[in-house]
């Protein structure tokens, strides 16, 4: 997102300082129109939450740059609305762990490096795999394959190259897989660790290349042609080697 500027300072200005600025809750998106990048400016009526999703986006695309500062007030006008649904969507980033506030300047998007990544692989390993393996043992094969047109829309995904299409694709797959637990809680947790494994790495790539995508897709058909057929083998092998490098 490189049309925000990094330098304004307005963090530390309390919202009463923002004449035009209104609750979240109430305010109204501008008409809608579309970005350079092609992006949708906010339209719905929960601002705070489209917006949430619109910085989400711009992490895992690197519009978000690690170690770059934005300011809420740059941001808000890129997206048609006020400072105030961009600061409250950016703090709740900020106890998410994407980003790190700036007093007076803004807000700093975290740089993160491969031992990050690979600490978070060993997380999801840790919760998710020994879940997958339970449920490969308790799970119909019929429930399984009610959830191959998820595996298959990652495999379309992977296809376009677009790591954001991906993103979103792979993490609705395995959350179809993980609420066959029937544990809330699960879900919400390795969603919010898949999440974060998804940010782009400081000094790396904006992007996995497609056949990275491509192979990553695979193994989710292969993973559900393996719970459907019952070979326990095969699954504890393939879920293994997927978060061994999870994106």
């Known amino acids: 997102m490189q049309g925000a500027r990094s330098a304004r300072t307005e963090e530390a200005r309390p919202a009463a300082r ?113 879940v997958m393996l339970r449920l490969a043992r308790t799970v119909p094969a019929a429930r399984w394959a009610e959830l191959r047109p998820l595996a298959e829309a990652t495999v379309r995904a992977a296809s376009s190259g677009c790591r954001v299409t991906y993103a979103e694709s792979d993490r609705s797959f395995h959350r179809a897989v993980l609420a066959l637990a029937g544990n809330a809680q699960l879900v919400r947790i390795a969603d919010d660790l898949h999440r974060r494994a998804q940010w782009p790495l400081v000094g790396g790539p904006v992007s996995r290349g497609r056949a990275d995508l491509v192979a990553d897709a695979a193994e989710h058909t292969a993973l559900l042609d393996a719970l459907i057929a019952e070979d326990l083998t095969v699954v504890q092998a393939l879920v293994r080697e997927h978060f061994t490098g999870a994106p």
């Open 18 to 130: 923002e004449p035009n600025a209104r609750p979240a809750h109430r305010e109204e998106a501008r008409p809608a129109v579309r970005s350079e990048a092609g992006r949708p400016v906010v339209q719905r009526a929960s601002v705070r939450g489209q917006i949430l999703d619109a910085l989400r986006t711009a992490l895992v695309s690197g519009e978000l740059a690690p170690g770059e500062v934005y300011s809420a007030p740059a941001l808000g006008e890129r997206f048609g609305v006020s400072a105030t649904p961009v600061r409250e969507a950016m703090q709740q980033l900020a106890l998410e762990g994407a980003v790190e506030v700036v007093p007076n300047r803004g807000f700093r998007v975290i740089e993160r490096g491969t031992r990050d990544l690979a600490e978070l692989a060993e997380i999801r390993g840790l919760i998710e795999v020994p």
